[in-house]
């Protein structure tokens, strides 16, 4: 299990998950014409989502997960049975990253769920669904991971 040298305070996020991008950011990932959907009482954790209703399906998803208090930890003990797809990333200035599911729908359907830890307890879950245009032609993980940076680099402006 990947460890988190120094844990990030995301109470803030918790409370206004969408403040993990910037309008800029957002217009930037998915063009003109965002919108931007919060949930903060997401069965999951506080949660905002990024879509352009002109384009099919594409948009972007971030979760502040609270369902256990377990971080990556949780996600590397479902390696293989809850989540059959899993593949380790890069870190993202010493924050581990992990791309995980049920399904790998990363060539089929240009998704992609990847889980940055943000400390040894919690974890950010980016979610992201290409363009119908983008699908089988660019990597939703690659994808997830450049949000995945994006977000992290807010979260530490904001502690």
Avoid at 60 to 86: E, M, N, S
């Amino acid at each position: 299990m990947p460890k988190v040298d120094t844990p990030l305070d995301v109470r803030h996020f918790q409370q206004a998950p969408c403040d993990s991008l910037t309008p800029e950011q957002s217009k930037e990932l998915l063009g003109a014409g965002v919108t931007t959907n919060p949930a903060v009482d997401d069965q999951a954790g506080p949660t905002c989502r990024w879509n352009v209703p002109a384009v099919s399906q594409a948009g972007v998803g971030v979760t502040y997960f609270k369902t256990t208090q377990l971080g990556l930890t949780g996600v590397y003990r479902a390696k293989d049975t809850i989540y059959p797809f899993f593949e380790p990333l890069d870190p993202i200035d010493g924050y581990p990253t992990v791309a995980f599911g049920q399904v790998d729908e990363r060539s089929t359907k240009g998704r992609c769920l990847l889980a940055l830890g943000t400390s040894d307890t919690q974890q950010v879950d980016i979610a992201i669904s290409l363009s119908e245009a983008n699908v089988g032609k660019k990597d939703p993980c690659a994808a997830a991971h450049d949000v995945a940076a994006k977000v992290l680099e807010n979260l530490r402006k904001a502690t």
